[in-house]
């Protein structure tokens, strides 16, 4: 036989153990790791992929969030007539919009990981935790594209008056949509996980995400869920009614500012994050069987 | 170096249990393909062992061919030694980079471009970018799509989709790859191109290759040794035309006289489509497993279409004793484009004074040319050739040659 070439010869000491029932917390950051340029490419597949064959093109990713925000300023403040304080009802929901659109679109997308790439899971291997991380960081591009956006009508109507001002406390962005998509990666990893074995939680996803919007303040503002006291800690127990309502606080400059609920949604997503990854770790290995 | 004499793969007892229907409050899940093995005793009902105390060392550079009918439990092995899914019970040791081919063209976006597919294919292989880009420009003219690369792969023809899945797949280098039964597609020029490569994977970069196939002229030329999977255990390994020869043994499966007949929940076949019989008979019409060389073999399938189905086709294969493929044959020129559903037959004739004086294999195989298996080629009947009647028949001696058609043959004095 020829020689090996240098491609043939792994580092020595490579070795792939396969055994039933790794540890509980063992994860494979290095290999993990190996793979990032697989990230890069499914984040741009996603993105490529989302608007091939339709008119508009990656319009949509704006016209979809606006879309909405015009529909709920309507139900909500002209037919319910819920009051935004100063602000323009619509740049109101713009601005919550962004976080929330993409804390849904993570979930809805990274829930059905097992689901949607069964086919791809049974025929190669690949750190399947690659998959719902390429869905948060691609659905990035839509929240930058609603950003920009949300600056066009916000610079619009401030220029007719409205009492709108941001700061450099815009920057606090950065951190809030880390906390999203956190807590968006973990629950798209618990849900995941367990529609390995049964889909019935996959039925129910789109209704608590839309229950969950509306127990969110979106498109009202916190003081509507705080005004009893008494059951305001409910309000602040879900982590995205603080990072909706803080979004605005930075934006619009409008808004309750509790840095410790903030805390609060961070450490709640942490810990959401956790149990996911472990959930995931563990349904992986044997998921093929069974979807 | 240390790993030269380490052997590449180590497994040991491997064991893979499937739970059947794991339940659900109000229906059963089915999971693996049931009736390929029958429970054993001591079993816990509800589950099935796919493979059982599998066992076998590969050293580097050894290209195994993994033999076994359907169901045997190759690739379920398979999926466990690329990570897919894990074992139940053993473990493997891997000592090198492992990349797996279990279906050409894996994670293709209908949508991108060739180009795009190319990079997206090649890393969830297992490619680093800077790799895939090095070896573009090969992949690209092994591929031979270069003016579609920047069409979406949506728009190509299945032979272009095949050829550009392939090429991707040739051009990855782990030091472990796992193939299966990737190479029946394709025109059959792309065929030899891609057991070229292949054999170059092998041979010349020193690569350890897993090989499943029915082709067992391609096993026997690429591998140098093989494995043969019986009901989920290791029933031989060895040289390959030892094993080879065990497996066509065994593989003869229960038939009477050039006659199977499946029932219904038993049948090869998936919801498309199922077969019901295949039968041999003689120039009178008797079924038969021995014939008259002079005399014509008729193949009678019979099957059945579940669901619609679009440019099916149907493959004879005769393979002699040996393994070694005579000849081809199909219906589908015969063939209807839109196959309705109901029940069909399909004949066909081999001529007498064709074949040679010696025992021949019947498989079946029943594909969509260049898109996918319906069921992939798979031994069914055996039958005997002799007496009189071809070219061969007035020597006593063996005549060489997996066929021995009457050629015209003239003998005279020019001068």
């Keep these: 036989m020829s020689q090996p070439n240098e491609h043939a010869s792994p580092a020595p000491g490579y070795e792939i153990l396969i055994e039933p029932g790794r540890g509980f917390l063992r994860m494979n950051w290095r290999e993990l790791w190996e793979y990032r340029d697989l990230l890069v490419i499914l984040v741009r597949r996603d993105f490529l992929a989302k608007y091939k064959q339709t008119m508009l093109g990656p319009l949509w990713f704006i016209l979809q969030p606006l879309l909405s925000a015009v529909v709920m300023s309507i139900a909500f403040h002209k037919v319910a007539g819920i009051a935004t304080g100063s602000i323009p009802s619509l740049l109101f929901n713009l601005c919550a919009l962004l976080p929330w659109a993409y804390f849904s679109q993570n979930v809805t997308t990274g829930s059905a990981t097992f689901t949607a790439n069964s086919h791809l899971f049974g025929k190669v291997y690949f750190p399947r935790l690659i998959v719902p991380i390429a869905t948060v960081v691609s659905n990035l591009f839509a929240l930058v594209l609603q950003l920009v956006v949300f600056f066009i009508f916000y610079g619009w109507f401030a220029a007719r008056g409205a009492p709108v001002h941001m700061g450099t406390s815009a920057l606090l962005m950065i951190p809030l949509i880390a906390i999203t998509a956190i807590l ?51 309000a602040w127990a879900n982590p995205m009614a603080s990072i909706v309502e803080h979004t605005r606080t930075v934006l619009l400059g409008e808004g309750v500012w509790q840095p410790a609920m903030l805390a609060v949604s961070a450490v709640v997503s942490l810990i959401v994050l956790f149990a996911g990854t472990i959930a995931f770790n563990h349904a992986e290995r044997t998921v093929v069987d069974s979807i | 170096m240390s790993n ?46 796919c493979l059982r105390d599998v066992s076998f060392t590969v050293q580097r550079g050894d290209v195994v061919g993994l033999l076994g009918r359907n169901g045997a439990g190759k690739s379920t092995l398979l999926k466990i030694l690329s990570r897919i899914t894990e074992p139940t019970r053993g473990s493997i040791r891997l000592r090198g980079r ?76 782990p030091e472990i790859l796992l193939i299966d039964e990737v190479l029946a597609v394709g025109d059959a020029a792309f065929q030899k191109k891609c057991l070229g490569k292949m054999d170059e994977v092998a041979h010349q970069h020193g690569r350890t290759v897993f090989f499943v196939s029915h082709n067992l002229g391609a096993v026997r030329a690429l591998c140098n040794t093989t494995i043969l999977l019986q009901d989920g ?61 002079g005399q014509p073999v008729t193949v009678d399938l019979r099957y059945e279409a579940l669901r619609r189905v679009r440019g099916m086709r149907i493959q004879l294969f005769v393979h002699t004793s040996e393994g070694e493929l005579a000849f081809v044959a199909t219906d589908h020129l015969r063939q209807v484009e839109l196959l309705d559903p109901g029940t069909y037959r399909t004949v066909w004739t081999l001529p007498g004074a064709l074949l040679n004086r010696r025992g021949y294999n019947i498989s079946i195989c029943c594909d969509v040319p260049g898109e996918r298996y319906i069921i992939p080629a798979q031994q069914f009947l055996t039958f005997t050739v002799g007496g009189a009647g071809n070219q061969s028949s007035h020597f006593p001696e063996t005549w060489p040659g997996t066929v021995c058609p009457s050629i015209e043959c003239k003998v005279e004095r020019v001068s």
């Design chain 2, 233 to 293: 255990t290791v029933a031989a390994q060895g040289a390959p035309n030892e094993v080879i020869a065990r497996y066509l043994a065994s593989s003869a499966p229960d038939e009477a006289g050039g006659h199977i007949a499946w029932p219904a929940d038993k049948a090869p076949g998936n919801d498309e489509v199922r077969l019901a019989s295949l039968t041999l008979t003689d120039a009178l019409g008797e079924r038969a497993s021995f014939f008259e060389a």
């Design chain 2, 98 to 173: 492992v990349a797996s081919l279990l279906e050409v063209g894996t994670g293709f976006h209908p949508e991108l471009t060739g180009r795009e597919n190319i990079f997206l294919n090649g890393a969830i292989l297992g490619m680093k970018r800077a790799e895939i880009a090095a070896k573009f420009d090969e992949i690209v003219e092994f591929a031979e799509v270069g003016a579609f690369l920047d069409t979406p792969v949506k728009r190509y023809s299945s032979g272009m989709f095949v050829r550009l899945a392939f090429a991707v797949a040739a051009h990855l280098e």
């Design chain 2, 4 to 49: 030269t004499i380490q052997p590449m793969v180590e497994a040991h007892g491997i064991g893979k249990c499937y739970r059947l229907g794991d339940g659900g409050l109000f229906q059963r899940r089915d999971t693996p393909p049931a009736g390929a093995l029958g429970a054993r005793e001591g079993d816990e009902p509800g589950m099935f062992w």
């Design chain 1, 184 to 234: 968006s990666l973990g629950l798209s990893l618990l849900i995941s996980a367990s529609t390995a074995k049964f889909r019935d939680l996959a039925h129910l996803t789109p209704v608590l995400l839309q229950l969950w919007m509306f127990a969110s303040p979106v498109f009202y503002p916190m003081g509507l869920l705080t005004k009893n006291a008494s059951w305001s800690w409910l």
